[in-house]
T-cell receptor, first 111, second 112 residues
Framework: KQEVTQIPAALSVPEGENLVLNCSFT??????LQWFRQDPGKGLTSLLLIQSSQREQTSGRLNASLDKSSGRSTLYIAASQPGDSATYLCAFQGGSEKLVFGKGTKLTVNP | EAQVTQNPRYLITVTGKKLTVTCSQNMNHEYMSWYRQDPGLGLRQIYYSMNVEVTDKGDVPEGYKVSRKEKRNFPLILESPSPNQTSLYFC???????????FGNGTRLTVT
């Protein structure tokens, strides 16, 4: 069974710091990997989607990379801001239509 | 505005009383799915639908039913709710499975 792990579970950083969130998966037959942001009491917002044929995707201060051989994806956030505080989740999609989520990393950016 | 709309946002019910949580999207998306989110367990997929009249089980389908009679709607039905179905439920859609998912704002269900 596919497992998706996100480490750390929580992270607190000062404003302006660059940071990396990690996501690892056990199944190498990946179709795509998505990164989401969840604010308290809200639904998830899609940040980046990386197809299996891609190595990275960028949107503004966010950069997501995918390494299929090691079963890892990272989300890099540059120059973090208090507004970046949220829970970040990654989701793995393999050959089936099922989507498997990690449990998330709760990020706090302190002013 | 492009969105996924779930109703109701909050629901308190009693064991065994049938209920339906509605989900509607206005983006002409083919793929729709339901998830539940529980502390310590994360998000788990209940059911998904690739298109009208095409549905399939996710990881935790027991106790739930779905239907996809129209492209825009994908209701989640609990025929006989039990307390272990108390959870936060999310509906999501995408143009097709390789495109980003759009989520609704969630339905918090309490079964007493």
């Amino acid at each position: 069974k596919q497992e998706v792990t996100q480490i750390p579970a929580a992270l607190s950083v000062p404003e302006g710091e660059n940071l990396v969130l990690n996501c690892s998966f056990t199944d190498s037959a990946i179709y795509n990997l998505q990164w989401f942001r969840q604010d308290p009491g809200k639904g998830l917002t899609s940040l980046l989607l990386i197809q299996s044929s891609q190595r990275e995707q960028t949107s503004g201060r966010l950069n997501a990379s995918l390494d299929k051989s090691s079963g890892r994806s990272t989300l890099y956030i540059a120059a973090s801001q208090p507004g970046d505080s949220a829970t970040y989740l990654c989701a793995f999609q393999g050959g089936s239509e099922k989507l498997v989520f990690g449990k998330g990393t709760k990020l706090t950016v302190n002013p | 505005e492009a969105q996924v709309t779930q109703n109701p946002r909050y629901l308190i019910t009693v064991t065994g009383k049938k209920l339906t949580v509605t989900c509607s999207q206005n983006m002409n998306h083919e793929y729709m799915s339901w998830y539940r989110q529980d502390p310590g367990l994360g998000l788990r997929q209940i059911y998904y639908s690739m298109n009208v009249e095409v549905t399939d089980k996710g990881d935790v389908p027991e106790g739930y039913k779905v239907s996809r009679k129209e492209k825009r709607n994908f209701p989640l039905i609990l025929e006989s709710p039990s307390p272990n179905q108390t959870s936060l439920y999310f509906c999501a859609s995408s143009l097709y499975r390789t495109r980003p998912l759009h989520f609704g704002n969630g339905t918090r269900l309490t079964v007493t």
